[in-house]
């Protein structure tokens, strides 16, 4: 038998290669069942979340506050305080925002009316809520939804300011993602952007935002 | 129990004295020793270096020595060659299409055992100076081959005993995990790497300042005596079987003069 | 079958190409670069720093077994069934709007990408590191196009000013240290600042100048992916820069080079391997960054997504029922990190983009044990099996590079007339090892040797290439009196 000559286009890529992977499974190997026997649920109560949570995502530097929800417009306000602009999704609880200053110009985005991303660029900070976060992996995952905003807008800006609701905390990677739609647009951020890429060091700050503060809400 | 000795043909051609260790061992804890006079090799050279058909031969002449003898289970010093027992006859007559001789590898691979697997999950020896009489008043190290660790996963079994021999001071080896270079073939074939690898193990045995280093399999410990001797350092390597053997009245060499032929002559 | 020796090794339809081969025998290469001593530090004290770290996260996990069990299981699931995972995930992405590209090898890849770049208008691209498109040559064919690839990654970008070459899969500046970055950085970058020292925090912050325009205006991105997942059509990238992010998300098309063994089942296989690899690649819990996305979302990231769909000898692999798992890979390269031989070669010496333990069985597997040098690479290896306790998908490695080197023997054979050195050795051994009667035999001549060894009672010199290789650095003992099987029958036991 020989190869169908690629010019001719009688017989196209994925006809050729579906028909070799056929071929090359000629001897049907056996599916196996995938053994499932890894964690799958939490051992942890809501206090032990928040603390291991806590203790990763300070172990990759990002800066914690852990605080009733009353306390949340404050922190943020706080850690806003060098910034002189910031861009938050159009779903964001505005109550996050009641204590920031004048002094800083607060931009809304959404997918429907969307920042260009030199506006982006030209902002300070960025305020977002998450969907689910990852205690083990001290991981915070963002679904794109209205709270959370556009991809861009928590990528773009050097300052992220991330409100984490003590509900939405679980231990394993495994009980998260059945909260979640695969299908929506997802970034997992595990800490602010690094590198290891010089002598397997970790440096942290790169492309992506250089600071990263979670505040964990007790209450929410 | 009678018990058949798998010398292994770097054991029978080059260091005698370790099968003669081994036997000792065995018949101071009141058990019987053959040996299958057939035997030759267990083929690993040739399967590690590619030649299937020819390690096809040697494995079955492996299978047949063992067959042709009875007892209840077969003894080897060395994990390498176990391992290769183990896993890698059935593997070498599937691929000649011989199910016969793939079933009948490893019924006797089922009951190989390494030395030390041997003494301890099987013979149930954990103290060495009580059990066997062992005693040796050197200071020593201690290296792991890679297919003992790996392979057979003979865990600290081999490093608990020899701790436990009278008079012993057994220090750590650093980086102890990491494969002295040998290889087989390899060091040859890649020789230059091979010998980096070695030299890293060297350093490491010089670090520990112990006069000998010891271990399971008599190739790798060629490898790094041979490493060792070039490099005109003065300590040597000696398996644990010779160690274990060794008692207050028929002491193994010491360390200084440790020569890799004395036990030959001795 | 031909026996006929035409002088062009038998290369299969399905061969890989590209940048999968060793362009001279391993051992070759591997003694140059044993001779570079700075190479040899840098890469010492970077697999002993990662390998560490590896082993500590991995540490905090008491069912690492059991995650390890079943993304093998899910791999070879997979592979078992990819005709089917393929159609689905094709069917899956094309319905949320993204186009899928069909490539038989990488000439036909760099061909797609190169037609979809060119209908966007755009003269340049931003790209986010990939194995596949290092494989294929991707930025060389672009820049033969007249087309700017501009590569984000640190470590990459490293690799490209410096006019250099990855040598491994997750650190492709591996073997340089920090002192040789920033030579390149002040030698290649304009804006620089001249004063710019050797700290890493100062290295990344000069790349983060470098690129900050380029990402804001960039049109076009080119990615590869860590996973597809065929039942939703959902790609997924694992990243730490952000660099990624920026690729991902701000330009307007968005073409994504995967290797068709990188479709997994379902969503729920995320769970598995994005605990594997994180902790087994940068030893990391998690990475800084993971992108997840499902073709295109209004409003949110690229309008235009592709997907090119590249063979280029992975079912020439697949095709091999005892190398197959090797494209269970998921490249998180913990087998190199933990590789004795890799440590101390570093991995130019291995020619493919794939480097190190799995490098040594997946290129001759992907391009057939024939082609170049590759015969050579399954004999990069000890055999120690640090590679296999390291692998988070449980791949044998040490099994498949026995097994190609029965291969590459078979092959040798094929093209030989007369018999090599190691044919003669291993021929003799045969005979000697095959019975112990023809062993007993040869053990007679043992003082023989002893008698060579002399009074020093060491053989300091064999001849031939391969014996004498083993004596350049190695003494032998001299051979006993008496072999012990001889000392066996003369004490009367047997």
């Known amino acids: 038998m020989s190869a169908p000559e690629k010019s001719q286009g009688a017989v196209s890529a994925r006809e050729e290669i579906f028909g070799r992977i056929r071929s090359a499974l000629a001897d049907a190997p056996p599916v196996p069942d995938v053994p499932r026997e890894y964690r799958r649920t939490s051992t942890l109560g809501p206090d032990e979340l928040m603390d291991l949570l806590t203790d990763r995502l300070i172990d990759y530097k990002a800066r914690v506050d852990v605080v009733p929800s009353a306390e949340v417009p404050a922190t943020v306000a706080a850690r806003l305080s060098a910034a002189a602009s910031c861009v938050v999704p159009d779903g964001l609880d505005d109550a996050w925002l009641a204590d920031l200053g004048d002094g800083v110009r607060c931009y809304r985005d959404s997918r429907e009316a969307p920042l260009s991303v030199e506006e982006l660029d030209a902002i300070d900070a960025v305020v977002t809520s998450s969907a689910v976060s990852v205690a083990e992996s001290g991981t915070i995952i963002l679904d794109g939804s209205r709270a959370q905003g556009r991809r861009a807008i928590s990528l773009v800006p050097d300052h992220h300011v991330c409100v984490v609701p003590a509900s939405t905390i679980v231990q394993l990677l495994p009980e998260a993602l059945p909260r979640l739609d695969v299908t929506s647009p997802q970034t997992w951020i595990s800490g602010p952007s690094a590198t290891s890429d010089i002598e397997l060091e970790r440096v942290e700050g790169v492309h992506g935002p250089r600071v990263l503060d979670v505040v964990i809400v007790t209450d929410a | 129990m009678k018990i058949a000795l798998f010398a292994t043909c770097i054991v029978d051609a080059m260091y005698p004295s370790v099968a003669r260790a081994t036997v000792q061992i065995l018949e101071r804890l009141g058990h019987e020793v053959v040996f299958p006079a057939g035997q030759a090799c267990c083929g690993q050279m040739h399967t590690n270096s590619g030649y299937f058909d020819a390690a096809r031969k040697v494995a079955e002449n492996h299978v047949h020595a063992f067959e042709a003898v009875e007892y209840d289970v077969a003894v080897a010093p060395s994990g390498s060659c176990v391992a290769s027992v183990r896993h890698q006859h059935r593997m070498l007559a599937e691929r000649a299409g011989d199910t016969d001789l793939a079933e009948r590898a490893d019924a006797v691979g089922a009951t190989t055992y390494e030395l030390t697997q041997l003494l301890v999950d099987v013979l149930g020896v954990t103290n060495a100076a009580e059990q066997l009489g062992s005693y040796f008043p050197h200071t020593i190290t201690y290296h792991p081959s890679c297919h003992g660790m790996r392979l057979l996963r003979l865990g600290d079994r081999q490093l608990d005993l020899l701790k436990t021999v009278g008079g012993i001071d057994v220090v750590e080896l650093p980086d102890a995990d990491q494969c002295c270079g040998f290889g087989g073939t390899f060091s040859m074939k890649n020789s230059q790497v091979s010998t980096a690898m070695l030299e890293d193990k060297a350093a490491s045995i010089r670090s520990t300042g112990a006069s000998l280093c010891s271990g399971g399999d008599a190739s790798c410990l060629m490898h790094i005596g041979g490493g060792l001797s070039r490099a005109g350092d003065a300590a040597g390597t000696l398996h644990l079987a010779e160690i274990l053997a060794s008692t207050i009245d028929s002491p193994a060499p010491a360390p200084a003069a440790t020569d890799t032929t004395t036990g030959a002559t001795r | ?494």
Not at chain 3, 261 to 267: D, G, R, S, Y
Not at chain 3, 381 to 400: E, H, Q, R, T, W
């Open chain 3, 1 to 494: 079958m031909s026996t006929t020796f035409m002088g062009m090794p038998a290369v299969r339809d399905t061969a890989g190409h590209g940048n999968l081969h060793a362009s001279e025998p391993f051992p070759q290469a591997a003694t140059r670069e044993l001779g570079n001593a700075q190479l040899r530090s840098n890469l010492r004290h970077a697999t002993h720093t990662i390998r560490d770290k590896r082993l500590k996260v991995v540490g905090e996990l008491d069912d690492w077994e059991a995650l390890r069990d079943a993304g093998a299981a899910t791999k070879n699931a997979a592979m078992a069934n990819l005709p089917a995972l393929l159609e689905e995930f094709e069917k899956n992405f094309t319905a949320r709007g993204g186009v899928v590209h069909w490539a038989r090898d990488a000439e036909e890849a760099n061909r797609i990408v190169t037609d979809l770049v060119r209908q966007t208008g755009s003269d340049e691209v931003v790209k986010v590191k990939s194995m596949a498109t290092q494989e294929i040559g991707l930025n060389e064919h672009l820049e033969s196009e007249g087309i700017a690839a501009f590569e984000t990654d640190l470590a990459e970008l490293i690799v490209q000013l410096g006019e250099d070459k990855p040598s491994h899969i997750l650190v492709p500046a591996i073997h340089k240290n920090r002192t040789e970055v920033k030579d390149i950085f002040l030698r290649q970058m304009p804006q620089v600042d001249p004063d710019l020292t050797d700290n890493p925090p100062e290295l990344a912050m000069a790349a983060r100048a470098h690129l900050r325009k380029k990402f804001l205006s960039a049109q076009v991105a080119i990615s590869g992916a860590n996973f597809a997942l065929a039942d939703t059509g959902t790609l997924g990238v694992v990243e730490s820069e952000g660099n990624g992010r920026m690729c991902l998300t701000l330009p307007d098309t968005l073409i994504t080079v995967m290797g068709i063994e990188k479709v997994l089942p379902t969503a729920q296989d995320l769970e598995v391997f994005m605990q594997l690899l994180p902790r087994s690649s940068t030893g990391e819990r998690m990475n800084p960054y993971t992108s997840v996305w499902t073709g295109v979302t209004e409003g949110d990231g690229p309008k235009n997504m592709h997907i090119v769909l590249i063979d280029n000898g992975r079912t020439n692999a697949l095709a091999d029922q005892y190398g197959r798992t090797a494209l269970n890979c998921i490249r998180c390269s913990a087998c190199m990190n933990v590789c004795p031989v890799y440590e101390r070669t570093g991995g130019h010496a291995y020619g493919s983009t794939y480097p190190g333990p799995i490098g040594a069985i997946l290129s001759p597997l992907m391009t057939g044990i024939e082609a170049e040098d590759n015969g050579s690479l399954p004999y990069a290896s000890s055999l120690c099996g640090a590679c296999y306790d390291a692998c988070p998908v449980k791949i044998n490695i040490p099994d498949i590079l026995v097994h190609l080197r029965g291969e590459d023997v078979a092959a040798q054979h094929q093209q030989r007339k007369l018999p090599s050195e190691m044919d003669l050795l291993m021929k003799g051994a045969e005979i000697a090892l095959s019975s112990g009667k023809v062993l007993n035999l040869m053990e007679k001549a043992l003082p023989v040797g002893r008698l060579a060894a002399g009074r020093q009672k060491k053989i300091k010199k064999l001849p031939g290439k391969l014996a004498g290789a083993w004596t350049s650095s190695r003494d032998i003992p001299a051979p006993p009196a008496q072999s012990f099987r001889d000392w066996w029958k003369k004490e009367g036991r047997g």
